[in-house]
């Protein structure tokens, strides 16, 4: 993946909608409003993951998040769309038949040009793991899973 980096200007946006959301009287936003503090950026995070965040964020548990903290979660988002955005082109690039899936013979040609140290056994296992269905093709989900898993 390629070197990621949030702009100024991002962090400028960013930072002037959480200002949005900030309880009168301090410098933090409730994690109860994360969830609407990202869709105004035209962010989507599942509830799942922002609970995850927002527990790691608010260690003492007191449902508010510093914009410090806020920045972290919003570099990590940023970062992980980025990541799938290149991802999908990568599975776009791979599915020459434009149907939708990778046949395994394909996948386990390009595990093998990722890596010399990686062996016949192990690109089995990793496709066994990855083709769950034993269709013979790997769907973008699965594709998904075995590249950021």
Known sequence: MTDFKVTDKQFTDAKSTFHLYVKKGSEEVATKDLDQLFKAMALHIDDEKLKDWADEMDEDATGLITWEKFKVLFERKLKEDEEE????????????????VIPVSDLRWILK??????????????????????????DYEEFYTLMMG
């Open 85 to 100: 955005k290149e991802l999908k082109e990568a599975f776009r690039v791979l599915d020459s038949q434009k149907k939708g």
């Open 113 to 138: 040009s990722l890596g010399d140290d990686i062996t016949e056994e192990e690109i089995d296992d990793m496709i066994a793991e990855t083709d769950t269905d034993g269709s013979g093709t790997v």
